[in-house]
């Protein structure tokens, strides 16, 4: 009997669990899950004989030594800022690790010691990171032995609401983390455009869209991510003379947002004075030129450009932020009153379904010739538990999980997926789960 | 025989050291120039028989108590990071001590300790803060006297060159820290108008203008300092409904600058991948969308909105941002590269003579009705020396330390110039020094 403990049984973990419960009783494991609510995790196992529920707490020290030492491997789906914590103890403890974090620069100088331990500490084997990475290098790596030469790469992801439930002005709900949506582009972004290095303020980001194209799901829109760069040498690709990431919506979604970004609605940085008792008309307001005899509405259009009779201006009132009702939440900044507001609004309800959209688009040479090759991947939510993202994050982390416990996943040190030996197999097991790629050349 | 020690013998400091030398043997004054370059102060000094130079090292714990020991009051021209050092040995030696520079939280503590040892720490005495201070609150509390109400007080300054030089299109050359200018408004700007707290983020800083005129001098711009609110308290106006303060440019001005700080050229919060070889050309590409067909010019203009024949380009064009010229610096930000750029373009010629402007503007209610006072005060350089923000923030430091000397000034504890004793002697004696304002009532 082998011993599987997940940290963590929040929202991205319930395909995750079932996976490995579904596969426990065939490979012998026992599925141990942790977290600081009991009751939240008995929901997760939902009493299944091969699986266990303890009450666990990060910072207690002697808990956390003594259940990564009873373990085979480790699965850790607790904040980033944690996993230094379990990393230091799986390391002591020669226990595999798998997370679907972005590797920290404090846990990639584990790299040789985990080597040393013959030990894998495996990140980033989620959605985004972690699907990304897998199906970009399963192409690169491919064009790559058939002699071409890559010049271009734009990959984009989207967390959305299934088309079926896609039923706001915004064409969006909140199927995640609220309020990194809020403060979303605030370090402005970088990329590389046919040669030239791109930088993009904050106040621009979402002026700098992209059109995409997914067959049967129509047109989408993408702003740039944060840094295009950095990935381009984890993909062996430094000399690629162009290189964009972004983030998918539906069409519109980025104009009307850019204007509560030009108006400030999004600032972060301060407390608004007062924040309980004002009223949304007045939160707006101070943003806005004192002007007699307009409205807070009128003057709202005219600072931010939007014509007082638009389709975005629409949106902003079906949002309810010229309304004089109070926002009661205190000692708030801008983004957080903007962030309760939209959660009220952009609710993802309990019969709606989520969706992911990943594509990438790759131009490369190859006999003298230029080709396009397009690949595109969409994933529904089945219910609102086993979500679009929870799948989408929790399987590949499973899957990579029971290869490594299956000896077929042999590195050592710190790693992310962008090895065949680890995209390979789990790229091929996510399509039995309807986790697929289509591809077009042209 | 008084000993005056002066710590500093930079741009700010020939105005104050020609003062206390001319008054030295009415007074009966020795005046000791400290500074890190002993050729420095020897220039400020010329040779005065009642003047001395010493080589002074702030972080020399043994010169610092010595020196400071010896005098009768000390007048600290450093850098306002230095300031900790100075008070605390001033403290030590119970002696008091002049500066123009901003009350840091760590010197406000020291109040009690200045009270209880009998000496006054004075600050903010220059120019802004210093003078705006003094010429505000003369206003504040003559009103306040009459039984006015204040409603609305915006009060604002700016560095500039003397009309009969002014010859760019900028109308602007820098006369004082030009990285100053260049990240000026970085932290957004907030004020309050009509009883509504205003906040404008960064991106729309130089579109929140408000026009001023001055006689003989015509129409400026002025647009929003970062924080027009914490003078409130210090005024004794906290519940003022209006209450604003900015900077003074040339009309025209804030336009033109706001289109590089829409494209981020301004950014100073990362490195520009090989900035020395990069030409200001692909600098300014940097920011831009790629597109076939057009220049680096045509799309700054379309991305910025500006026509591409209008003044405004012209004046981007004159600083030579298009041209295909090298860079020339390492490792620099986009705010540093823009600064080099500007320091060739704008830079104050030594025949060029600056000019400080400062406008007060006051709405209050007395005996039911509404009156308006505007205050200004216009001071032009003598020459490249005795320029006017040396003037400026010299002559105040130099006249409250006299008063001080002569006991005229007997406050004890941390200060800033808001007190009648204060402001009254030294604005008067600026007035002999052409250092007047001007009073408009309607």
């Known amino acids: 009997m082998k011993n599987i403990l997940i940290l963590g049984a929040g929202l991205s973990t319930p395909s995750l669990i079932k996976y490995l419960l579904d596969n426990s009783t065939e490979f012998g494991w026992k599925v141990i899950l942790g977290d ?91 959605l985004d990171p972690g699907i990304d990475h897998m199906s970009a290098m399963r192409i690169i790596d491919n064009i790559k032995n058939f002699g071409g030469i890559l010049k271009a790469f734009r990959s984009s992801t989207g967390g959305l609401v299934a088309p079926r439930y896609d039923n706001n002005p915004w064409n969006y709900k909140f199927t995640w983390n609220p309020r990194n949506v809020v403060i979303a582009g605030q370090g402005g972004a970088q990329f590389i455009s046919y040669g030239s290095y791109k930088h993009v303020p904050y106040h621009k980001v979402f002026t700098r869209l992209q059109k995409i194209f997914i067959d049967g799901y129509g047109e989408f829109e993408v702003y740039p991510n944060r840094d295009s760069l950095k990935y381009r040498s984890e993909y062996g690709i430094d000399d690629i003379p162009t290189m964009f990431r972004g983030t998918i919506r539906k069409p519109g979604f980025s104009k009307t947002w850019n204007a509560l970004v030009q108006a400030g609605v999004t600032d972060d940085s301060y407390i608004v004075e007062n924040s309980d008792n004002l009223t949304y008309n007045k939160f707006i307001n101070s943003f806005l030129r004192h002007k007699n005899g307009k409205s807070v509405e009128e003057k709202f259009a005219e600072y931010t450009g939007l014509e007082p009779d638009s389709f975005d201006m629409y949106k902003l009132r079906w949002l309810g932020l010229f309304e004089a009702e109070k926002i009661g939440l205190k000692n708030a900044t801008p983004a957080q009153i903007l962030q309760k507001r939209l959660e009220e609004k952009w609710k993802l309800e309990p019969e709606d379904k989520d969706m992911i959209v990943m594509q990438h688009r790759f131009e490369y040479e190859m006999n003298g010739l230029e080709h396009t090759l397009v690949s595109s991947m969409v994933v529904e939510g089945k219910d609102s538990v086993h979500t679009a993202m929870a799948q989408t994050v929790g399987l590949p982390v499973a899957i990579a999980a029971k290869k490594i416990l299956l000896g077929e996943i042999s590195l050592t040190g710190v790693h992310i997926p962008t090895k065949k030996m680890i995209y390979e197999p789990v790229l091929k097991e996510l399509e039995k789960y309807g986790i697929a790629f289509k591809e077009q050349k042209s």
Do not use: W
Request: proline fraction near 2%; aromatic fraction near 6%; include cysteine.
């Open 36 to 126: 600081i609510s009991v009751q939240l995790a008995e929901m997760r196992i939902q009493g299944h004989p091969n699986g266990k529920v303890i009450k666990f707490d990060i910072f207690n020290d002697e808990q956390r030594a003594e259940e990564i030492k009873n373990a085979d491997i480790i699965i850790s789906m607790l904040p980033a800022r944690l996993h230094y914590l379990v990393v230091r103890t799986c390391l002591k403890f020669k226990k595999d690790l798998v997370t679907a974090s972005y590797v920290s620069a404090e846990i990639r100088n584990f790299h040789e010691e985990a080597r040393e331990n013959g030990m894998i500490i495996l990140n980033e084997i989620g």
